[in-house]
């Protein structure tokens, strides 16, 4: 199975219409926008609390963000 966290990622926040500094001050820069960058880039990987928190944000469930689901 592929990785699909950073596209997801990123197909989120522009569907949005964020930029990465956009959206980490929505999330109370609860999450940097370092991190995010690093996540797009597929650099990092994100923990599961950082992940529940975007799914949240972005009204997805998890399971999709993750890439575990369509």
Do not use: C, H
Not at 43 to 66: C, H, K, T, W
């Amino acid at each position: 199975m592929k990785y699909k966290f950073p596209e997801r990622l990123k197909e989120l926040r522009i569907e949005k219409g964020l930029s990465q500094r956009e959206l980490a001050k929505q999330l109370n820069n609860s999450i940097t926008y370092v991190a995010i960058s690093l996540w797009e880039a597929n650099e990092r990987i994100p923990n599961l609390q950082s992940v529940m928190l975007l799914a949240e944000f972005f009204g997805v469930d998890v399971n999709y963000l993750s890439g575990f689901e369509d």
